[in-house]
């Protein structure tokens, strides 16, 4: 794997996923709820982080990627923030030390799913509690198991069309395929993505894949159990509705264990 398997899309990550607003309102509602510092680990090209640093909070954003963040502090300096604070820190999620305690931390979208193997899970989890504060609180959102449908297992999915749109930085059309293979024995999910910008000079493509770990509700609550977190709520969605069957969406908030 690349030093940095997100250089070649970063210039594109706004473009598909900065219109993207539905969670920002409910991490800010947390981060309201707790005092001190926020951290977003993941915190990609700051869709989150800015948005709460513009809200008047002190934030730490972590990502492994250096073009992400390259992208975050050109978004962080065309923001104009008057109060609050965004510090970008490069790090590896499974293995950083901040120095400082948080008062609420969150891994936004299906970034906790890109830790493939249990290890690496309890890694990020055992940071996250060392570095929360004994009143913070952590929220985590993943993909349910439920929104992805295994019988296909193994089977290459067809590249399938996902939008049309324009680039207003550079005014060029970008079009964006998907493609994904699921492999339930493992419980993840292989997506490849395909952007082709059309340019003066013709079409220009870029192939970006990745892989997404699923778990399930029951697996989730015990890594953080293990982490010394207690899980308070278990939303499905962003406006607090309870999980079901149907959920897609599986949202922690949890809690450090009181000392007994």
């Known amino acids: 794997m690349p030093d940095d398997p997100y250089a070649a899309m970063a210039d594109l990550y706004d473009l598909a996923y900065g219109d993207y607003v539905e969670d920002i309102d409910f991490y800010e509602n947390l981060a309201r709820a707790t005092d001190g510092p926020v951290l977003e680990l993941g915190v990609g090209t700051g869709r989150v982080a800015i948005p709460l640093a513009q809200a008047g909070y002190d934030v730490v954003g972590v990502d492994q990627s250096a073009s992400m963040l390259a992208r975050a502090r050109e978004n962080l300096a065309g923001a104009r923030l008057r109060r609050g604070s965004l510090e970008l820190v490069r790090a590896d999620m499974t293995a950083f030390d901040l120095g400082r305690r948080f008062g609420f931390a969150f891994i936004a979208a299906n970034t906790f799913q890109h830790l493939l193997t249990t290890l690496d899970q309890r890694a990020c989890l055992g940071c996250l509690a060392r570095q929360l504060a004994p009143d913070g609180l952590l929220a985590i959102s993943v993909g349910s198991p439920t929104s992805v449908s295994w019988e296909d297992a193994g089977a290459p999915g067809p590249l399938l069309l996902d939008w049309t749109r324009r680039d207003p930085a550079t005014g060029e059309t970008v079009m964006k395929f998907i493609a994904s293979t699921s492999d339930p024995a493992r419980m993840t ?72």
């Not at 010394?228 to 949202?251: A, K, N």
């Open 189 to 260: 999910r292989h997506l490849t993505y395909v952007y082709d910008r059309l340019t003066q000079g013709g079409l220009r493509r870029t192939v970006f894949e990745t892989e997404l770990r699923y778990s399930t509700r029951a697996e989730v609550e015990a890594l953080l159990q293990q982490a010394g977190l207690r899980v308070t709520h278990v939303y499905g969605d962003y406006d607090l509705s309870p999980m079901s069957e149907t959920t897609e969406l599986l949202i922690f908030v949890a809690r450090p264990e009181k000392p007994s």
